[in-house]
């Protein structure tokens, strides 16, 4: 039987993950897998004995299990945290701003560029601001000094519409992947870091390794240390993190482990996704929150999260299970 390996060895480099993954699962599970837009990935159908659904990569959704109304809650940073705060759960909070005058009479008062400037200097004038619907990290950043914010402002406004801004919580990040009433794995991520050549500053260092970030769509992250620190030779081997944001599509990592409060984790975790109604998903967690090892509270909640991890860590059952569960819920398989 064909194995993952030799579907993406077929593949062009740009083909979507989980376009790949839909395959393997659909060669194992006995399903028709249909590429219908020229062999980009991009569009394509799966299907049985006459019955077949589609799927649309990029912003499409890979998981129909989860209605429109919970996706679309759970893609508002904002509205999720509402939700979550109101059934019990602990969130990293945080208000919303507009970046442009569109629509403006559609909205209330109190969330214009001006308030996110007031704010901000409520905050200390340092603060963890991300687009208010965004993903894969861009632009998750620490932001330091006011300077430092009205750039950042004019550099999002370019691509979004709308950010979050948060005061900055420092702890232990989790990723919980959430089927039903299930566990599927956790995760504990680790922040991108750069390694000291003895030649080479902060600065140059980190553009090196994020070079590449900005073909894929996704800010680097700079914004978050100080010139007197980026102008600094990294010392040869010592390592230095990248601040703010742990996604591994910003060049973060992820290893397969749980957090020592384990069972109250999960059950918050199980609890933030039925709170946004949602039957598959991933709950980011913040653990041991300002050395509190007690503390716990929701980051996010990723209604259509990658699973390249599980290729990358040979757990190809895994990325199985997750498929048996999408094609049961539509129809496909049965129970």
């Not at 030799?6 to 376009?19: C, V």
């Not at 060669?27 to 077949?52: K, P």
């Not at 893609?75 to 109101?86: G, I, S, T």
């Amino acid at each position: 039987m064909t194995s993952l390996r030799d579907i993406r060895a077929g593949r062009p480099p740009f083909y979507p993950d989980q376009s790949i993954y839909a395959e393997y699962a659909c060669r194992q599970f006995g399903l028709d897998f249909a590429d219908i837009d020229g062999g980009t990935g991009l569009i394509f159908t799966v299907g049985r004995n006459g019955r077949s659904a589609s799927f649309g990569a990029g912003r499409g959704s890979f998981f129909p299990q989860n209605n429109a109304t919970a996706a679309t809650l759970a893609n508002d940073k904002y509205f999720a945290n509402v939700l979550m705060e109101r059934a019990g759960v602990p969130t990293l909070g945080g208000k919303y701003f507009f970046l442009h005058e569109r629509y403006r009479a559609h909205r209330p008062p109190g969330h214009e560029h001006a308030d996110a400037v007031w704010h901000f200097a409520e905050l200390g004038d340092r603060a963890f601001i991300k687009p208010l619907m965004g993903s894969r990290g861009d632009f998750a950043e620490i932001v330091a000094g006011g300077d430092a914010l009205m750039a950042y402002l004019r550099q999002v406004a370019q691509y979004y519409d709308a950010i979050l801004m948060q005061r900055i919580y420092t702890g232990q990040e989790y990723r919980v992947f959430i089927l039903d009433d299930e566990v599927v794995y956790c995760a504990q991520k680790t922040a991108p870091f750069v390694t000291g050549t003895g030649k080479s500053t902060l600065r140059q260092l980190i553009a090196a390794e994020t070079s590449a970030l900005d073909r894929h769509g996704i800010s680097s992250a700079t914004t978050g240390l100080d010139d007197t620190t980026l102008d600094r030779v990294l010392p040869y081997g010592e390592r230095r993190a990248i601040p703010g944001r742990m996604n591994r599509s910003a060049g973060g990592s992820m290893s397969f482990a749980a957090p020592g409060n384990e069972t109250v984790a999960f059950a918050m975790a199980l609890q933030a996704a039925k709170a946004l109604g949602l039957r598959a998903g991933a709950v980011d967690l913040f653990t041991d929150i300002d050395g509190d090892a007690a503390a716990l509270r929701v980051i996010e909640v990723n209604a259509n999260p990658s699973i390249r991890f599980l290729e990358d860590s040979g757990r190809e059952d895994l990325i199985l299970r997750i498929w048996r569960h999408t094609f049961t819920a539509i129809g496909l398989l049965d129970v």
